[in-house]
């Protein structure tokens, strides 16, 4: 069975600061995975995606992550925050061509 | 013009009403589903429909019933409901059921169950 485990319910940065949001992936076989942000009062947007290839994904509003298979971790980075980017972030798991699994979710928040 | 439309935003219902959560999605996508969103959980996947034929129930209890006249509307229809079932319903919809995961999400209806 597949699963997601994001590390922290809530991260707090300070604004030009760097965003580390983490998520590691149990599948049993190559995984799809994603990151999906959710705004106040919005649904789930794509931030980005691996599917195949380089293992270093770029995403919108200056995001990406890393798969790395040996730690079976998909890390989402922003090297400098934004006070914009405080949202609810999902990582998400495809073992291939099957449903999506979601993690619980982790909150970013933005200080001035 | 948003890509996935949900109707209504927010529902207030007691036990024993009836009402209905609509979707449209304006994306031309052949696959639709629901979702349930609920505090400090994961979120749940409810049904999934690919080119108007369910393929998916994630045992969801009865008293939730779906329909998908066609590709672009997908509707839940809510009857004594409890109040656990107070929650953020998603409606998502992508390519088709064999894309790789990348969904578009409507803004969800606020159902909350008196």
């Known amino acids: 069975a597949q699963s997601v485990t994001q590390l922290g319910s809530h991260v707090s940065v300070s604004e030009g600061a760097l965003v580390l949001l983490r998520c590691n992936y149990s599948?049993?076989?190559?995984?799809?995975l994603f990151w999906y942000v959710q705004y106040p009062n919005q649904g789930l947007q794509l931030l980005l995606k691996?599917?195949?290839?380089?293992?270093l994904v770029k995403g919108i509003n200056g995001f990406e992550a890393e798969f790395k298979k040996s730690e079976t971790s998909f890390h989402l980075t922003k090297p400098s925050a934004h006070m914009s980017d405080a949202a609810e972030y999902f990582c998400a798991v495809s073992p291939g061509f099957q449903k999506l699994v979601f993690g619980t979710g982790t909150r970013l928040l933005v200080s001035p | 013009e948003t890509g996935v439309t949900q109707t209504p935003r927010h529902l207030v219902m007691g036990m024993t009403n009836k009402k209905s959560l609509k979707c449209e999605q304006h994306?031309?996508?052949?696959?639709m589903y629901w979702y349930k969103q609920s505090a400090k959980k994961p979120l749940e996947l409810m049904f999934v429909?690919?080119?108007?034929?369910?393929?998916e129930n994630n045992s969801v209890p009865s008293r939730f019933s779906p329909e998908c006249p066609n590709s672009s509307h997908l509707f839940l229809h809510l009857h004594t409901l409890q109040p656990e079932d107070s929650a953020l319903y998603l409606c998502?919809?992508?390519?088709?059921?064999?894309?790789?995961?990348?969904?578009?999400f409507g803004e969800g209806s606020r159902l909350t169950v008196l």
């Open positions: 691996y599917t195949t290839g380089a293992t």
């Open positions: 599948s049993s076989v190559p995984p799809y």
């Open positions: 429909y690919n080119f108007k034929e369910q393929t």
């Open positions: 998502a919809s992508s390519q088709d059921r064999q894309s790789t995961g990348e969904l578009f």
């Open positions: 994306l031309g996508h052949n696959a």
